[in-house]
């Protein structure tokens, strides 16, 4: 089972007042066939189908006909459609589909998102319908409505901005799609529709992955900075090098002949870790900076020379 129709199945068992299951109905109808002489609902979920059942029985003293059938599809999934005939112009105004003269409403009228307990619930029939989301497992996190005009997925877009989830519209074939890709937004609207099984699965996950990135990118810090370090090292040999080349060795000082013989003695080990054993071993206390300042020593002692040496032949060929 997807991690969207575990979802589906957990809020479509939740409890609300009659107001609520109006609204959350509301959201439904809008976004499955409907016209003044018949509503068609089709769903692949049982849990769904049982509770629109239940939803037009309590709320219009309406039965709908349930049709059962096989998809003969890769999945063989079964669907549910769900047909209602009568008091369908009734049902239609009453839930802010058509007005009063038969004519379609884009959007709803307010009353049917009157307080914030209703627009939740009208967010969840929304989801159930044609809502959609992304197994935090996978490799991005990503939640979206499809929506049927512009108009509609804007109003949408703003009741869940409400909710401060960023979510954003983009046209998708003769759809519209409002989505969330934010983990933590994602996590907040699974909560406003009171999905909390799916909250706590998502957020487990989430949290395991953000560790898991976290412990990747301290490693790939750690390794960064070992690469810098043995890069660091071999540059500070190859000038030692040079110097004994050019026979300047016996031309320093004592703490920069110090400081040569630890980093051979010490090829792999940091400036910091390379301070620490000269301080415990000389009992001269040394700092990581007053190291680096010697080895600059080095390099200026070895430019120096070299711009000495460069300029004697310069001039020889004069």
Same mark, same amino acid.
């Given at each position: ?83 209602? /005939?009568?008091?369908? /112009? ?103 529709? /009171? ?7 998502? +957020? *487990? ?16 810090? #750690? ?23 050019? *026979? ?15 980093? #051979? ?34 390099? #200026? ?5 070299? *711009?000495? /040496?460069?300029?004697?032949?310069? +001039?020889?060929?004069?």
């Amino acid at each position: 089972m997807s991690f969207s129709l575990e979802v589906k199945n957990e809020v479509a068992r939740l409890d609300s007042t009659r107001l609520e299951l109006t609204s959350e109905l509301s959201a439904i109808i809008r976004n499955n066939i409907a016209s003044i002489d018949s509503i068609v609902i089709n769903t692949e979920s049982n849990v769904l189908a049982r509770r629109i059942f239940k939803l037009f029985k309590s709320i219009y003293d309406v039965i709908p006909v349930i049709t059962v059938r096989k998809k003969y599809n890769f999945n063989k999934n079964i669907s549910y459609i769900l047909e209602i /005939k009568e008091k369908t /112009k009734e049902i239609l105004e009453d839930l802010s589909i058509i007005d009063k003269k038969g004519n379609y409403l884009n959007i709803p009228k307010d009353y049917v998102l009157a307080d914030e307990e209703m627009i939740r619930a009208y967010l969840r029939g929304l989801f159930l319908t044609v809502g959609s989301i992304n197994d935090p497992k996978t490799s991005r996190y990503h939640l979206e409505l499809s929506l049927p005009n512009k108009e509609y997925a804007l109003f949408i877009e703003k009741k869940l901005n409400n909710f401060y989830l960023n979510s954003k519209m983009l046209k998708r074939d003769k759809n519209y799609m409002v989505y969330i890709k934010e983990a933590e937004k994602i996590s907040d609207f699974l909560r406003i529709i /009171k999905a909390y099984k799916a909250v706590l699965y998502f +957020e *487990d996950i989430r949290i395991y992955r953000d560790h898991k990135n976290m412990t990747n990118r301290l490693n790939n810090c #750690e390794q960064a900075n070992m690469d810098k370090v043995f890069l660091t090292s071999m540059e500070q040999l190859k000038d030692i090098q040079k110097l004994k080349e050019y *026979d300047l060795v016996e031309l320093l000082d004592d703490k920069i002949k110090e400081a040569i013989y630890y980093r #051979e003695k010490y090829p792999e080990n940091s400036l910091s870790e390379l301070s620490e054993i000269i301080t415990e071993e000389t009992g001269k206390s040394i700092t990581k900076s007053g190291l680096n300042h010697r080895f600059r020593k080095i390099k #200026e002692t070895l430019k120096k020379y070299e *711009d000495d /040496k460069n300029e004697t032949l310069w +001039e020889n060929k004069l």
